[in-house]
Every structure is written in structure tokens, then in C-alpha cells.
């Protein structure tokens, strides 16, 4: 069964950093790009990130830039998100996703369940 | 950076009903590059549609996208229970980023 498990969410303070995981399994890792979306509460999707198979294209929303940080460790089957610098509008559920192709450029065909990370002092 | 424009924003039909979804791009999508997602109530969004008119696996064929351009529309030919839920356009193939839609929910009237 294709899977895509997040974990690493949690409640921090503004200005704290937090680290994604997502665990790939059922499906052959290192020939896809992934992604990284949330949705604030209440709100729609954003996407947040993209890294194509071999991390050598990625990608990154104007509202993370220069903040976050996305990785992936194909021997792992994982996929990574770093998060500094915090700020309450990064409060969201965030969903690790499977792109169709190598390339962080298409539609997601798999979504995990997602994790939630709270920003609030 | 293409912007998305779903509307209406809700969508109240009775279960049997017709539904049409529309979404709306700032610039030509090449390609047809459009997808539709649908998301229930604490679930992950769910690939309906991909490149426009294309039903991913497992998809009823009540299901059907069309469009081109900037102006794209996913139908549901016949309202099912399980089919009420908020659904998103995504547009794809730009750079690595894909822009989402800000949704229509569909609701039981």
C-alpha cells in the first residue's frame, strides 16, 4: 500500500525551529519529487515546497523563503522539512505529498494524513 | 505567478443534483496543466482530476473536468452523499510551485 506518514508537528513559540519528517512507503521512493503543503486553519492549501528526485530542483513558497528548508534522504525513504524562525502564520496542518513525475512541477497523486504545528507564545 | 479563482465560493445542492465548479485562471495554463482535489472534513485531499479532463484512478465517472486556457470546470453529474466536500484547482507545470484555488465548498442544501 502506497503510504506517506508525517510526523514532527508540535505546539512551539514564535522565533523556535521545528523538523518535518515524512516516511515514504509502498512505492519507489527515489524516482519521485515531493512536496509540502499546509492549510491553516480554517483556510485552503498553500503550497509550501517542492524538491524533485535527486534534489537537485527545489522549490519554495515566497512566504517561507530563506526560512525554511526542504530535504529528502532517499536511502531513508524521507522526506524533510526544517522550519526556523517561526511566526504564528506558519500554524497549520502540513501534509507531506508524492508528485506523478521526477520533477517538483505537477499534481500530487498521494498525500499523507499530515501533522499539525502551532506557533504561539 | 498565475492566480487561481474558484467559484462560487459554496455550492448548496440536494444529493442527485448537478454540480458545476468553476476555477479560473490570471494567465493561460499551457498545457492544460490543471488538477482538481477533493478534501472532506479532516482527510488529505484526494486527486480527482489531472490535466484538465483526465479522472484519476479509482474516479467515478460522475466526475468529469473540462477547459482550457484560463477557464476550467469540474462537473458531478449526479450529487452522491459522499461527494459533499470543499474541492480545489491546482495548476501545474510552472517552475516548482503549484498554485492552489481557495476552494468551493460543496454542501447539502
Known amino acids: 500500500e502506497v503510504q506517506l506518514v508525517e510526523s514532527g508537528g508540535g505546539l512551539v513559540q514564535p522565533g523556535m525551529s521545528l523538523r518535518l519528517s515524512c516516511a515514504a512507503s509502498g512505492f519507489t521512493f527515489y524516482d519521485y519529487a515531493m512536496h509540502w503543503v499546509r492549510q491553516a486553519p480554517g483556510k485552503g492549501l498553500e503550497w509550501v515546497s517542492g524538491i524533485s528526485w535527486n534534489s537537485g530542483d527545489i522549490g519554495y513558497a515566497d512566504s517561507v523563503k530563506g526560512r525554511f528548508t526542504i530535504s529528502r534522504d532517499n536511502a531513508k525513504n524521507s522526506l524533510y522539512l526544517q522550519m526556523n524562525n517561526l511566526r504564528a502564520a506558519d500554524t497549520a496542518f502540513y501534509f507531506c505529498?508524492?508528485?506523478?513525475?521526477?520533477?517538483?512541477?505537477?499534481?500530487?497523486?498521494?498525500w499523507g494524513k499530515g501533522t499539525t504545528v502551532a506557533v504561539s507564545s | 505567478e498565475i492566480v487561481l479563482t474558484q467559484s462560487p465560493g459554496t455550492l448548496s445542492l440536494s444529493p442527485g443534483e448537478r454540480a458545476t465548479l468553476s476555477c479560473r485562471a490570471s494567465?493561460?495554463?499551457?498545457?492544460?496543466?490543471l488538477a482538481w482535489y477533493q478534501q472532506k472534513p479532516g482527510q488529505a485531499p484526494r486527486l480527482l482530476i489531472y490535466g484538465a479532463s483526465s479522472r484519476a484512478t479509482g474516479i467515478p465517472d460522475r466526475f468529469s473536468g473540462s477547459g482550457s486556457g484560463t477557464d476550467f470546470t469540474l462537473t458531478i453529474s449526479r450529487l452522491e452523499p459522499e461527494d459533499f466536500a470543499v474541492y480545489y484547482c491546482q495548476q501545474y507545470g510552472s517552475s516548482p510551485r503549484g498554485t492552489f484555488g481557495q476552494g468551493t465548498n460543496v454542501e447539502i442544501k
Open positions: 494567465q493561460s495554463v499551457s498545457g492544460s496543466f
Open positions: 505529498a508524492k508528485d506523478v513525475t521526477a520533477s517538483p512541477y505537477y499534481y500530487m497523486d498521494v
